[in-house]
């Protein structure tokens, strides 16, 4: 559905800044003692602040790792560091507004509030309870949202007049596009070892020792660490857990609703604040002088706003007949609602769906099984966790418990079996030979307790170990240099006396105007690179794996200026170069500022926010 675009992005920075920060933290996180970790100038840096700084740096550093990471984690990758250092800099301009008496007005502040969409009724008008509640439930009070707004705009207005006076930036677009956008006309030819009548000699011993030592990557081990391990997952033992089917047939009326789902409607409800309003609506509508989507714009809302999903005709009450009648995309209405009279636009048709409860049996009695055989899990891993804690070796714990016993040598190519978990992996990596097996669970709800019996470091593999892939190595660079070989010849008769690529058996291609951000599918990735070197007339072998590229230049064209792709590319290299060297010269600025003003932190108070986070 259409996304509205009328949404007011700076006030949402604000309400984004704050709802995390003020629920959990200052009184309720800090015990109502401590509302600050400190102060810049005459600008308190309030806990809510630092925290949610914080909680956005670890959720960066989570999101980049694909995983949640703990505190002791962001500790090590000092976020606190750098999440007080950025809120110190913000305050410090803070600071420097207030110092220089740049304030904003209550007009001002009062026309960002009322011009907020969040802050509308049902009628589409500002509403003083609606922009209550709003802030209510996100626990800020208005003093407290009205007061950040006014400092972020002073801010802007600062930074704005620090960095107003900068020269155009239109220039250097236009000399980064005209670089970027430049043409190159060429024909290359792909060569590989398949175009070549190429027999490979035997390889004498003289030949396998001097391709082994010169490539001892290839032939060095990884790490292995031989493991003891024990496992159990629900899996194992699903199949043993006894379901009963009177116990299934509950379980199947328990989830009906899953299983039996009614006819139903995807529908959009717009409330107005009358019938007679509503009733106006629908006739322009009618009519064609207005669409069920421009009269939602017109509000400020996007679609989404509106969507009430899917729903049966008893759902929607006395509404339910009209809309089961629509055929896709019409309206209907007016209707009332919770909301007020509406009207309903009914978008697509989900069509009744039963599953009986034999067909429904066996995916009922696998989940069922599942679910026990997680239970029996968890009812049995603080006995296994006192046994481990009790110094039970692995093999013994297998014995007694229901867990499995294996071995695995283990590298960082091995991910089958339980080395197919990523919770088993990270686990092992980061294991030390003297560490104890401790119980740790499995991304499906399954436990495993693990131990290092050694640990092999990478070492160079004798020859004779590893021959048939020292053979297969210096088979590859044969090839590879016969190829190139062949490719050096071609390439010095084009230069010399042929100027067709096909009188020399070579399938061609020509590209035209290449740019340099292009890429030349069948090329490695410095291809044009390569050919953005050459002179018309050059003709160069590019290595390709163990292929090769044979390419000649054949045309220079320089970017055309009046086509509209280079006016958008220089318009958005100008706005990027701008924008880059406005906020180099603010953070410049900024530390001056931070220079010259008192920062004072509370210590207690920075680890009172910390608690939260462990």
Same mark, same amino acid.
């Given at each position: 559905? &259409?996304?509205?675009?009328?949404?007011?992005?700076?006030?949402?920075?604000?309400?984004?800044?704050?709802?995390?920060?003020?629920?959990?933290?200052?009184?309720?996180?800090?015990?109502?003692?401590?509302?600050?970790?400190?102060?810049?100038?005459?600008?308190?840096?309030?806990?809510?602040?630092?925290?949610? @700084?914080?909680?956005?740096?670890?959720? =960066?550093?989570?999101?980049?790792?694909?995983?949640?990471?703990?505190?002791?984690?962001?500790?090590?990758?000092?976020?606190?560091?750098?999440?007080?250092?950025?809120?110190?800099?913000?305050?410090?301009?803070?600071?420097?507004?207030?110092?220089?008496?740049?304030?904003?007005?209550?007009?001002?502040?009062?026309?960002? $509030?009322? +011009?907020?969409?969040?802050?509308?009724?049902?009628?589409?008008?500002?509403?003083?309870?609606?922009?209550? @509640?709003?802030?209510?439930?996100?626990?800020?009070?208005?003093?407290?949202?009205?007061?950040?707004?006014? %400092?972020?705009?002073?801010?802007?207005?600062?930074?704005?007049? $620090?960095?107003?006076?900068?020269?155009?930036?239109?220039?250097?677009?236009?000399?980064?596009?005209?670089?970027?956008?430049?043409?190159?006309?060429?024909?290359?030819?792909?060569?590989?070892?398949?175009?070549?009548?190429?027999?490979?000699?035997?390889?004498?011993?003289? #030949?396998?020792?001097?391709?082994?030592?010169?490539?001892?990557?290839?032939?060095?081990?990884?790490?292995?660490?031989? /493991?003891?391990?024990?496992?159990?997952?629900?899996?194992?033992?699903?199949?043993?857990?006894?379901?009963?089917?009177? %116990?299934?047939?509950?379980?199947?009326?328990?989830?009906?609703?899953?299983?039996?789902?009614?006819?139903?409607?995807?529908?959009?409800?717009?409330?107005?604040?009358?019938?007679?309003?509503?009733?106006?609506?629908?006739?322009?509508?009618?009519?064609?002088?207005?669409?069920?989507?421009?009269?939602?714009?017109?509000?400020?809302?996007?679609?989404?706003?509106?969507?009430?999903?899917?729903?049966?005709?008893?759902? !929607?009450?006395?509404?339910?007949?009209?809309?089961?009648?629509?055929?896709?995309?019409? $309206?209907?209405?007016?209707?009332?609602? *919770? /909301?007020?009279? +509406?009207?309903?636009? !009914?978008?697509?048709?989900?069509?009744?769906?039963?599953?009986?409860?034999?067909?429904?049996?066996?995916?009922?009695?696998?989940?069922?099984?599942?679910?026990?055989?997680?239970?029996?899990?968890?009812?049995?891993?603080?006995?296994?966790?006192?046994?481990?804690?009790?110094?039970?070796?692995?093999?013994?714990?297998?014995? =007694?418990?229901?867990? *499995?016993?294996?071995?695995?040598?283990?590298?960082? @190519?091995?991910?089958?079996?339980?080395?197919?978990?990523?919770?088993?992996?990270?686990?092992?990596?980061?294991?030390? @030979?003297?560490?104890?097996?401790?119980?740790? =669970?499995?991304?499906?709800?399954?436990?495993?307790?693990?131990?290092?019996?050694?640990?092999?470091?990478?070492?160079?593999?004798?020859?004779?170990?590893?021959? #048939?892939?020292?053979?297969?190595?210096?088979?590859?660079?044969?090839?590879?240099?016969?190829?190139?070989?062949?490719?050096?010849?071609?390439?010095?008769?084009?230069?010399?006396?042929?100027?067709?690529?096909?009188?020399?058996?070579?399938?061609?291609?020509?590209?035209?105007?290449?740019?340099?951000?292009?890429?030349?599918?069948?090329?490695?990735?410095?291809?044009?690179?390569?050919?953005?070197?050459?002179?018309?007339?050059?003709?160069?072998?590019?290595?390709?794996?163990?292929? +090769?590229?044979?390419?000649?230049?054949?045309?220079?064209?320089?970017?055309?200026?009046?086509?509209?792709?280079?006016?958008?590319?220089?318009?958005? /290299? &100008?706005?990027?170069?701008?924008?880059?060297? &406005?906020?180099?010269?603010?953070?410049?600025?900024?530390?001056?500022?931070?220079?010259?003003?008192?920062?004072?932190?509370?210590?207690? +108070?920075?680890?009172?926010?910390?608690?939260?986070?462990?």
């Amino acid at each position: 559905m &259409a996304k509205s675009n009328t949404r007011n992005f700076f006030v949402w920075i604000i309400l984004g800044l704050l709802f995390f920060g003020l629920v959990g933290f200052g009184a309720t996180g800090l015990s109502g003692t401590i509302r600050t970790v400190g102060d810049v100038g005459e600008k308190p840096i309030s806990t809510s602040t630092y925290a949610q @700084e914080l909680d956005a740096l670890i959720r =960066q550093r989570s999101a980049m790792l694909g995983r949640p990471i703990t505190f002791g984690e962001a500790e090590t990758a000092r976020l606190p560091e750098r999440a007080l250092a950025n809120v110190v800099a913000t305050r410090a301009i803070d600071n420097e507004a207030l110092q220089m008496g740049i304030s904003v007005g209550d007009e001002i502040i009062s026309q960002r $509030v009322l +011009a907020e969409p969040a802050f509308r009724g049902t009628d589409g008008t500002f509403s003083t309870e609606r922009y209550r @509640e709003v802030l209510a439930r996100s626990g800020i009070s208005v003093r407290e949202y009205e007061t950040s707004l006014r %400092e972020i705009t002073a801010r802007d207005l600062l930074q704005t007049a $620090v960095v107003g006076g900068l020269p155009d930036a239109s220039a250097f677009g236009t000399a980064l596009a005209g670089y970027t956008r430049e043409g190159r006309t060429f024909t290359w030819a792909p060569l590989s070892a398949d175009d070549l009548e190429l027999t490979l000699p035997e390889p004498s011993e003289e #030949d396998l020792q001097a391709h082994y030592d010169a490539n001892p990557a290839l032939y060095t081990s990884l790490e292995t660490r031989a /493991l003891r391990y024990v496992w159990l997952t629900p899996a194992m033992i699903a199949d043993d857990m006894v379901v009963s089917e009177d %116990e299934l047939r509950e379980e199947y009326q328990t989830r009906i609703d899953e299983f039996v789902q009614a006819e139903r409607r995807l529908v959009e409800r717009l409330v107005f604040s009358t019938d007679e309003a509503a009733a106006d609506a629908l006739a322009a509508i009618e009519a064609g002088e207005t669409t069920f989507p421009d009269l939602v714009a017109e509000r400020g809302l996007d679609l989404d706003a509106v969507d009430i999903g899917d729903v049966t005709e008893a759902e !929607m009450g006395e509404a339910g007949p009209a809309i089961f009648a629509l055929d896709t995309g019409e $309206v209907t209405g007016p209707f009332p609602s *919770e /909301l007020g009279p +509406a009207l309903f636009r !009914m978008n697509a048709i989900l069509a009744a769906r039963e599953t009986t409860f034999e067909e429904a049996l066996p995916d009922l009695r696998e989940d069922e099984a599942l679910q026990r055989a997680l239970r029996l899990i968890d009812d049995q891993a603080s006995d296994i966790n006192d046994r481990l804690a009790g110094g039970t070796p692995l093999d013994a714990l297998a014995d =007694q418990t229901a867990l *499995e016993f294996g071995t695995l040598d283990w590298t960082a @190519e091995v991910t089958d079996g339980i080395a197919a978990y990523a919770s088993f992996r990270e686990a092992v990596a980061d294991l030390d @030979e003297n560490d104890f097996p401790t119980l740790i =669970q499995l991304d499906d709800g399954g436990i495993f307790a693990v131990e290092i019996d050694e640990i092999h470091p990478p070492a160079l593999i004798p020859l004779e170990d590893t021959r #048939d892939a020292v053979v297969a190595g210096w088979e590859a660079e044969a090839r590879a240099e016969a190829v190139l070989a062949e490719a050096d010849a071609l390439q010095s008769q084009l230069s010399e006396t042929v100027s067709d690529f096909s009188a020399l058996g070579l399938e061609a291609v020509q590209d035209t105007n290449r740019t340099r951000i292009d890429f030349v599918a069948g090329t490695p990735p410095e291809f044009l690179t390569e050919v953005f070197e050459m002179e018309i007339g050059d003709v160069r072998v590019v290595p390709n794996g163990p292929d +090769a590229i044979i390419v000649r230049l054949d045309d220079i064209a320089a970017a055309d200026t009046s086509n509209e792709a280079f006016a958008a590319e220089q318009a958005s /290299l &100008a706005e990027l170069a701008a924008d880059g060297i &406005a906020e180099d010269i603010f953070q410049i600025y900024g530390r001056a500022v931070q220079l010259r003003t008192d920062v004072n932190i509370n210590a207690q +108070a920075i680890n009172a926010v910390h608690a939260n986070f462990r």
